[in-house]
């Protein structure tokens, strides 16, 4: 009873922290929470007694990963993370407007 409720309680953890990383408009918040997220499946795959997957995923995806999205975040300007650069609106190319 108490390993099906850590279970169910990390895909939970999972699924929120993944809505949370595509839902997000602070690109800083929506990496650490793809980051969390990360993590959580890398302690899903150590309960599921795959501990090389668990590692690999840890360091690579919660590790390497959230580093070089960090440093981009780092490098842009203030104004580019709103999308306020050469951003236009597609509907009015498909239309012909």
Same mark, same amino acid.
């Given at each position: #009873?108490?390993l !099906? @409720?850590?279970?169910? %309680? =990390?895909? $939970?953890?999972?699924?929120?922290?993944? =809505?949370?990383?595509? !839902?997000?408009?602070?690109? &800083?918040? &929506?990496? +650490?929470? *793809?980051? /969390? #997220?990360?993590?959580?499946?890398?302690?899903? @795959?150590y309960? =599921?007694? %795959?501990?090389? $997957? %668990?590692?690999?995923? /840890? *360091?690579?995806? +919660?590790?390497? $990963?959230? $580093?070089?999205? /960090? &440093?981009? =975040?780092? /490098? #842009?300007?203030?104004?580019?993370?709103?999308?306020?650069?050469?951003?236009?609106d597609?509907?009015?190319?498909?239309?012909?407007?």
């Amino acid at each position: #009873m108490g390993l !099906e @409720f850590v279970e169910i %309680a =990390l895909i $939970v953890f999972l699924i929120m922290f993944a =809505l949370l990383a595509v !839902e997000l408009k602070k690109l &800083a918040y &929506a990496v +650490a929470s *793809l980051g /969390l #997220m990360s993590t959580v499946l890398s302690i899903i @795959f150590y309960i =599921l007694y %795959a501990p090389y $997957v %668990a590692v690999i995923n /840890l *360091l690579v995806y +919660a590790g390497a $990963v959230i $580093v070089l999205f /960090l &440093a981009v =975040l780092s /490098l #842009m300007k203030p104004g580019e993370e709103e999308g306020k650069g050469k951003m236009y609106d597609t509907t009015v190319e498909i239309l012909g407007g």
